[in-house]
């Protein structure tokens, strides 16, 4: 697996090379500060804050109703862990900061005001072997199940549907991590972690993402209709049908 080593971007320090900071910015991840400021992932998790939060991300996104924008916000996260697992597999590399330092602002993109996450370039950390299954267990855990399990406080949607709004991201990048050889050691190891059950205690009773995969490779399941739920985003202003609805 490659490593990445301290390189200087815009005249700071950061523990991101130029080649990640183009993948993270393919997925609506910045590293500077957001010019409109919304929320952080701290006031997220914040009780007497998440009713307001999803009626922002519903304001922002269009939506035309609470359970379009968490499904919404949940793709937009969902691109923030594919990342993780990008950076894992690529650099041993995974982001490590505090709930405040992950901040949700208002931007512009292709046309369409959105809502994307922007994060401090030195939150970024490389990850020991001997750690790699922690580090997977807390992305599930800490950050994912939780942002799903505060959504779901004010919202009836379906927690699966979530789930799959990470897992259509997750798809898509391990198809890429495999084909190359520089990643696919490291690649096939984070994939069979998130295929094992125990790995996932506390969240579900089995893993998900094999019950998701269904004994199949990623590459495998690519423009077919992978999906048990709908994620919303034919009815979200300017999106379209996703390539795995189950609606098609």
Known sequence: MMTCHLERYNGDMTNLTPDQIRQLNMYSIYIEQPGQNLFTLETLHDANKTEDILNVVQAVSGSPNRTVASSYFMRRFGMFTAMQFYNLAAYDEMWDGAKNHLHFGAKVEYGKLSVSIFASPEDWRYVEEDERRIVIRRILKDQCDAVIRRIRTITSVSPLTLWENIFGFLLWQYHVLLENPATSVGARADLEMLKDDALWEGIAPR?????????????????????????????????????????K
């Open 207 to 247: 893993s998900l993402f094999a019950t998701y995969l269904r004994g199949c490779e990623p590459s495998a399941l690519l423009n077919t209709e992978v999906r048990t739920t709908c994620c919303f985003s034919k009815d979200v202003p300017g999106l379209m049908q996703c390539g795995f609805c189950p609606l």
